[in-house]
Each structure stands twice: as C-alpha cells, then as structure tokens.
C-alpha cells in the first residue's frame, strides 16, 4: 500500500502535464490558410455552376476559343439543359489575363432559355486583347 500510493500520485501528475501542454500548443502560432476548391473554383475553371439548381440543371459540352483579327479573345460555350423541361439561366463570362486575374472585361448577365434537353451556343468576346483566359459563370434566373 505504501509503494501504491506514490506510483498513483506520479500517474496523476503526468496525466495532467502532459494534458497541459497538448492545450497551451492547440492556441499559439501563426496558421496557414485552408484551402478548398469550393471557394477558387472561378479562378482554376474554365466553366462554373454557381449555385446547386444550376448544377442540377446545366452541363457544357464543349467550349471553342480563338484569337480574332484584332488580337482579341473569343469563346464559344455549347450550354446543355440536362432536364425534361424548360428552364431560364443567366449567364457571363469574366476575361482574364496569363496569370489569371480579371482584366476588369466582365461581360454583363444574360438571360438564356433552354429548352427540354436543349442546347444553345453562346458566345463571349473580350473588349481588349490583354485577355488570355477566362471563366464562363452560370446560374439560376433571378
């Protein structure tokens, strides 16, 4: 009993630093941010679903791009209605440079109505010809 009892206290005791120091290293540091494809989608695709009823109801089944004459870039997104009936989408293109950021060429949301199971070519050309890349974005009608 009497060797008991210091062996039990030792225990105790290493039970409780050992429990204290994985705490005080849980708040300190600087972290890394988290990244999920959730959020940069738009800056790694070339073509996105921006909500979940335009997801359910859209699929590209190709898209073409150019150059023009001028230099300037030009694309061609084959936009399917993947439903039985009809539905009514938005959809714009923002144009970007070689390193992916937007060269301010937005293009403004414009109404497209697909029929059931219907497909429908729309085409986007860029305002200046820094544009190299781009991200055609979809979503439901508001």
């Given at each position: 009993?009497?060797?008991?009892?210091?062996?039990?206290?030792?225990?105790?005791?290493?039970?409780?630093?050992?429990?204290?120091?994985?705490?005080?290293?849980?708040?300190?540091?600087?972290?890394?941010?988290?990244?999920?494809?959730?959020?940069?989608?738009?800056?790694?695709?070339?073509?996105?679903?921006?909500?979940?009823?335009?997801?359910?109801?859209?699929?590209?089944?190709?898209?073409?791009?150019?150059?023009?004459?001028?230099?300037?870039?030009?694309?061609?997104?084959?936009?399917?209605?993947?439903?039985?009936?009809?539905?009514q989408?938005?959809?714009?293109?923002?144009f970007k440079?070689?390193?992916?950021?937007?060269?301010?060429?937005?293009?403004?949301?414009?109404?497209?109505i697909?029929?059931?199971?219907?497909?429908?070519a729309?085409?986007?050309?860029?305002?200046?010809?820094?544009?190299?890349?781009?991200?055609?974005?979809?979503?439901?009608?508001?």
């Amino acid at each position: 009993m009497k060797t008991l009892l210091p062996i039990l206290a030792a225990a105790a005791l290493l039970l409780i630093s050992t429990g204290c120091a994985s705490k005080n290293t849980q708040g300190t540091g600087p972290y890394l941010p988290q990244d999920t494809t959730k959020y940069t989608l738009e800056n790694t695709e070339k073509f996105v679903l921006m909500d979940q009823a335009a997801q359910y109801s859209v699929t590209c089944t190709g898209l073409q791009e150019r150059t023009t004459a001028d230099g300037r870039l030009e694309v061609v997104a084959n936009v399917k209605n993947r439903e039985a009936r009809r539905i009514q989408i938005q959809i714009g293109c923002v144009f970007k440079d070689g390193q992916h950021f937007s060269t301010g060429d937005e293009t403004p949301w414009q109404t497209l109505i697909l029929t059931e199971n219907g497909t429908e070519a729309v085409r986007f050309t860029a305002t200046n010809p820094q544009s190299k890349t781009y991200t055609i974005r979809v979503r439901q009608a508001r």
